[in-house]
């Protein structure tokens, strides 16, 4: 139940993780590549979204939880940077069943390069916690991974890459700024995905733009749909459905998410502190 209950899902959420946030090492970061950054223009210091978490259980639609997200400007060892956390909780409907209780935190550059990644989750009786590091020597990617399994057991690996690695908060920012002017049906991004023990194969592939309405609401969007595809054991999986307003916000408006039990979806309850007007609002 892992993949679905972490929003990574989310956010994974995904689409959509107040944050414990400890530093490792005392050194300042080295700057990062422009290689691995991207020019933001879907979002400002000060955005707020909240999300209602729904699960379908014996074919009805259950509400589950709340996830909500913040972006602020902040200092990562003495670098301007972005500070993003993802905040998922279930309600007591879900508490009864199955605890989840998963917070997500991620520094990048102002260019939206990785800094820091972690992840602390609750997930029934499971407390883990993910935590990445980048630094960026002579054009590469270097990435610290720290594991702290349900046991309290730590494992720490490090690896070098002459590609851009992500996790999954700073692609979340990073597809934000994607300009799907220049994209067609079936077109793939790849974006390689990093937790604390492997590197994913994966990728967004577009779908097209849908209107898509809000659970909660009668409100309704124009929106870009892109599929988060992970291969694993020699198949390609969906894992998450992005509804994302076809605007220069490019917020995502609705997740729908794939699991080997069942489905489950997060629907947006609400906004502040946008960048640009919603003109994807359908009236």
Known sequence: ?????????????????????????????????????????????????????YFNWKFVWVKVGTASMSTVTSNYKGQDAFRCSLITRGNNKLDNMFIMRDTLLSYTTKDLAPLYYRKGAREGKRYYVDELWYTYPKGNCHL?????????????????????????????LRARNFDASKLKVGDKIPLPIADASKIANSWLKYNGITNVKMKNNDDKYRCLVFSFIERENGKNHELIRFYITDDKNHLPVRLDMFLSFGSAKAYLTGFKGLRNPMTSKVE
């Not at 590609?163 to 979340?172: A, N």
Request: proline share 1%; net charge negative.
């Open 1 to 53: 139940m892992k993949r679905f209950f972490s929003i990574e899902c989310v956010n994974k959420w995904m689409w959509m993780v107040a944050i414990l946030f400890a530093i490792h090492c005392s050194l300042m970061v080295t700057p990062a590549k422009a290689q691995c950054g991207i020019e933001n223009t879907a979002f400002k210091s000060g955005e707020f979204v909240g999300y209602d978490l």
């Open 144 to 172: 610290k991974q720290h594991e702290i399994n349900s046991r309290g057991e730590h494992y720490w690996k490090e690896s070098e890459y002459k590609d851009c690695i992500y996790d999954m908060m700073s692609v979340y």
